[in-house]
């Protein structure tokens, strides 16, 4: 089925009844009109063209013209393809720790969920550094990054994770922080930012966040 879409003035104006050709009084009366045709009952004396008055053109032209909505701005509105691929619509953005793993929350626990055989590296790490700890189920976007946070009850678990984020090389820039309710590791991406606290109530982290 043919769907016929409304990308110009003229498919506008037809939806609510306007006709510029029956507007335009020389368009609709031309009919009326008796004009004779010379008929030429010979083939042989019948030309291989249609002949027409040049002034007949230049009193065409003009019409056509005049009907014509040239002196309205072209809309912006493009005609998109119909082949559109809709990959990017569905995910536009690579996952945070690569193919192969994701990190779900169940009962307000983190579950992490590798296939084996792609990333082993980073699924051992993201396994030992996050695998049941605090998922806030808090999500935030800044900088256009995406704001991930976690909790750790055992706050002596910071120079272990460390060591363990440090196997994967440059994928992210890790730093850590003190504050006054605690430490926090910060993972930093391209596209996310990762942070884990330590020795902290996941409850008044929420609240506080």
């Excluded at 063209?49 to 007949?56: D, I, P």
């Excluded at 569905?90 to 009962?107: D, P, T």
């Amino acid at each position: 089925q043919q769907v016929n879409y409304m990308t110009d003035l003229s498919s506008w104006l037809k939806i609510y009844g306007y006709d510029v050709k029956h507007m335009l009084g020389s368009s609709y009366t031309r009919n009326m009109v008796y004009q004779p045709q010379a008929v030429v009952t010979s083939q042989q004396l019948a030309p291989d063209f249609g002949v027409m008055s040049g002034l007949q053109c230049i009193v065409d032209k003009v019409t056509n013209q005049f009907g014509s909505l040239d002196f309205v701005p072209q809309p912006l509105l493009k005609m998109e393809s119909r082949t559109r691929n809709l990959l990017p619509r569905v995910a536009y953005r690579r996952s945070v720790f690569g193919e192969g793993l994701l990190i779900s929350r169940s009962g307000g626990r983190a579950l992490v969920s590798v296939v084996e055989g792609v990333n082993s590296v980073v699924q051992d790490v993201v396994t030992s550094v996050f695998n049941n700890s605090h998922f806030l189920d808090l999500h935030f976007t800044q900088h256009d990054q995406d704001l991930f946070y976690f909790v750790k009850d055992n706050a002596l678990k910071l120079r272990d994770d460390l060591e363990e984020l440090r196997r994967l090389g440059g994928m992210f820039n890790v730093s850590t922080h003190e504050t006054a309710d605690g430490k926090e590791l910060r993972l930093h991406s391209a596209d996310a930012v990762v942070s884990i606290r330590y020795g902290a109530d996941p409850q008044q982290e929420r609240h506080r966040l």
